[in-house]
């Protein structure tokens, strides 16, 4: 690749500089993707724009979790032939030569031939396993080839990748394991990300001490679909690879999501009682309170198990606080099953929940059950699920108040019309401050807080002490 008058050579083909626009949807598994793809752009004279209408490159990152994220992105790319008409046309497909559409992720893994067969605006689709070769897709794009989808599996026995970052904030997102082999009767993932696999242990520490030391970066997130079977082919565990981690010079907070209770091993647990990194957050969906539910989700646990481990991780470190994700309305719940859910969040006191109703994906169990119930008991089992778990919320972030809590600051916003500036603690809460003074600028530094009122959703503070960019 060689550089000449702002112009890159990539092949046969000159890059003239030219704008990518992305629309993401979904988990941060395609966040992090979106990064990686913008990050491969970049070298191909490619630069991020948040205007649509003044790019050169559209790409959809799909999700094809629940239909209404599917509903989204047929919308946006509908959208998009509007765009290629308004420009220039090129006679051979009636839409403007430059401007080219793709859709990648999970939508175009599953459905991306279709996809490029049925939108004439998309140019190509590609698979969620090909990502890291979206430069040669491009290329192939420019060179005038159209209309091809690449939703391949990569063979290869490991899964090794560097993290990619383009942002400039001093939080990484780390891949560890890709993949989901569990198969819960109500789920997409399995079709669309593929079967497990990890990273090995070091390598992740060779990457995460690169981002230490190189690029800044003090808090981690690590990734996968089930993080919990991490290095399960190597011998290796999410737990060991958190004690690593923990050993790193300048990295002052590590997470994990997401997690399936099935795998949280005593060593995970231990993680959380013995590592001073390990953030006191954990996300462990449970789905429903009903054990008939849960069997019938093949969820591989039950309630009581469940409940056990909150306990011990609880004890593990008191600190902790607890998200959950629950689904509503599962094919043939019946009344007694929805109320045991309601029962769960009394049981489990999560500090917040990612509610969903139930929606059927081609392909899975769930979707060829005969599902007595309808939209309408969906929807108000959900909002039951949602107002208790307000309720609940309500009275735990109470116990916030007049506590000090270190924040990590994300941006500067208007609160009711009141600027502030708003954070993130180790227990993943997002908390609202003022500036000391207007010209105070946060963006990215630890601060320590005392929270001086909180609602269910909402928790504001008073700034003590700014700690700066940097700490140990
Ligand atoms: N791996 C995680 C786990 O084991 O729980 C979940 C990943 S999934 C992308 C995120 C959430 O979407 C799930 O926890 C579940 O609550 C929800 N979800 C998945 N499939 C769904 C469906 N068909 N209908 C409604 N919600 C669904
Ligand atoms: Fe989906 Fe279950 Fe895998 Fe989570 S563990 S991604 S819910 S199949
Ligand atoms: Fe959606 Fe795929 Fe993530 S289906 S939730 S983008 S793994």
Not at 118 to 136: P, S
Not at 172 to 191: E, L, T
Not at 375 to 389: F, S, T, Y
Not at 441 to 465: M, N, P
Request: neutral net charge; hydrophobic residues 35%; aromatic residues 8%.
């Amino acid at each position: 690749m060689t550089t000449e008058n702002s112009t890159v050579k990539v092949g046969d083909l000159e890059f003239p500089p030219r704008k990518v626009w992305m629309k993401t949807y979904g988990c941060q598994m395609n966040y992090h993707d979106t990064e990686r793809i913008l990050s491969h752009l970049s070298g191909m004279n490619f630069t991020a724009t948040s205007e649509k209408a003044e790019a050169d490159l559209v790409i959809f990152n799909t999700c094809a979790v629940r239909d209404l994220a599917n509903q989204k992105f047929y919308s946006h790319l509908g959208e998009t032939k509007k765009l290629k008409e308004s420009k220039e046309i090129d006679p051979e497909t009636g839409f403007k030569k430059n401007v080219i559409v793709a859709a990648g992720g999970c939508i175009a893994q599953t459905e991306g031939k279709e996809l490029v067969a049925k939108y004439k605006q998309l140019d190509f689709a590609f698979g969620t396993d090909v990502v890291d070769n979206i430069g040669e897709m491009v290329y192939r794009a420019y060179s005038g080839e159209k209309k091809f989808a690449v939703t391949s599996w990569d063979r290869s026995e490991n899964y090794s990748i560097e993290t990619k970052i383009t942002q400039g904030t001093p939080t990484a997102f780390v891949n560890i394991i890709k993949g989901c082999d569990k198969f819960c009767s109500y789920c997409i993932v399995p079709f669309t990300r593929g079967r497990e696999k990890s990273r090995r242990l070091d390598e992740v520490v060779k990457d995460v001490s690169r981002l230490v030391e190189h690029s800044g970066i003090q808090e981690v997130m690590l990734l996968g679909q089930n993080v919990n079977s991490y290095g399960k082919d190597n011998e290796e565990s999410l737990g060991q690879l958190i004690m690593e981690l923990e050993k790193i010079p300048g990295l002052v907070r590590l997470r994990y999501t997401t997690s399936h209770p099935y795998d949280v091993t005593d060593d995970l647990v231990a993680a959380h009682a013995h590592s001073k990194k390990l953030a006191n957050h954990l996300h462990l969906p449970v789905q429903s309170g009903s054990n008939t539910v849960l069997q019938r989700m093949l969820r591989e646990y039950t309630v009581e198990h469940y409940l056990t481990l909150l306990q011990k991780m609880r004890t593990a470190n008191p600190e902790i606080i607890i998200s959950s994700d629950i689904i509503a309305g599962f094919p043939n719940e019946t009344e007694e099953e929805h109320q045991a859910t309601l029962k769960l969040l009394d049981d489990a006191q999560f500090d917040f929940i990612y509610s969903y109703a139930f929606s059927p994906r081609k392909g899975t169990k769930a979707a060829k059950m005969n599902d007595a119930i309808n939209d309408e008991i969906r929807g108000r089992r959900l909002r039951e699920i949602q107002a208790k778990q307000l309720k609940i919320q309500e009275n735990i972030r109470q116990g916030m108040i007049g506590k000090t809590f270190r924040v990590l600051v994300e941006e500067k916003g208007l609160n009711k019309g009141v600027a502030k500036w708003t954070g993130r603690t180790s227990c993943y809460r997002l908390v609202h401050f003022e500036p000391e003074t207007p010209e105070n600028d946060y963006q990215w530094h630890w601060v320590d807080v005392e929270i001086t009122s909180a609602t269910a959703l909402s928790t504001q503070g008073k700034i003590l002490r700014d700690l700066g960019k940097k700490i140990q």
